[in-house]
């Protein structure tokens, strides 16, 4: 997503016929969107006398998801020019055997550079789940469900991105590079579902 863009310039492109921005693009902003209602939780806690004794460490937390709403609006960014350069390989000329070799082994590099970015998604939300959690637990707990609403949106986004990870690397040829990727996502994708499914019941029942 281009900062620069209205929401509503966004949203009729996203709407379009347009390949791009699409769903790793929106798996992404998800992302975003997670980092930032982190950010509100804790400056809804910072300042509060009721939480003065975690107040440093809220102000740790609230610069961390500043630091990952910037690297996840710039993976957004990243999915839409990594598609961009996989639908430039396939126009490649395919005449000769040297230009359909050429052609091969550029769709086969754009296509593994196109995987790469929501698998760093993944990474992310890997990374960012745990603090999530931590400020569910020592913040303003009259935003509890805010915590909530964050921690189910970076399960989408780490969602969103393992299915961008599956329909990418289904297409490409060094069938072990495909592997490793996909088990290595699999394996933290699964990680997050289950912090995520965990702490949200948690906090269903604190707040039923």
């Known amino acids: 997503?281009?900062?620069?863009?209205?929401?509503?310039?966004?949203?009729?492109?996203?709407?379009?016929?347009s390949p791009t921005p699409g769903g790793g693009n929106v798996a992404a902003l998800c992302g975003v969107l997670s980092s930032s209602l982190g950010m509100m939780v804790c400056n809804l806690t910072i300042g509060k006398k009721k939480y003065l004794s975690v107040e440093e460490e809220?102000?740790?937390?609230?610069?961390?998801?500043?630091?990952?709403?910037e690297v996840f609006v710039k993976l957004a960014n990243q999915d839409n020019e990594a598609f961009d350069k996989v639908m430039e390989a396939f126009k490649l000329p395919k005449e000769s055997d040297e230009e359909k070799q050429i052609r091969s082994e550029e769709?086969?590099?754009?296509?593994?550079?196109?995987?790469?970015?929501?698998?760093e998604v993944i990474e992310r939300c890997n990374q960012l789940v745990g603090n999530l959690v931590r400020i569910s637990e020592i913040g303003n707990q009259n935003s509890l469900s805010d915590v909530g609403v964050a921690l189910s949106i970076i399960n989408t986004a780490c969602e969103g991105a393992y299915l961008n990870v599956i329909i990418n690397c289904s297409s490409l040829n060094n069938k072990q590079k495909a592997i490793e990727l996909l088990s290595d996502s699999n394996q933290k994708y699964i990680s997050v579902?289950?912090?995520v499914n965990n702490k949200i019941s948690e906090i269903i029942k604190s707040l039923s």
Do not use: C, H, Q, R
Not at 1 to 17: A, C, F, I, P, Q
Not at 107 to 112: D, G, L
């Open 1 to 17: 997503m281009n900062l620069e863009s209205s929401l509503k310039t966004y949203l009729d492109e996203l709407s379009s016929n």
């Open 58 to 69: 809220v102000k740790n937390l609230v610069a961390l998801f500043g630091e990952y709403k």
């Open 107 to 119: 769709i086969e590099k754009a296509t593994f550079g196109a995987a790469l970015i929501p698998a």
């Open 193 to 195: 579902k289950e912090t």
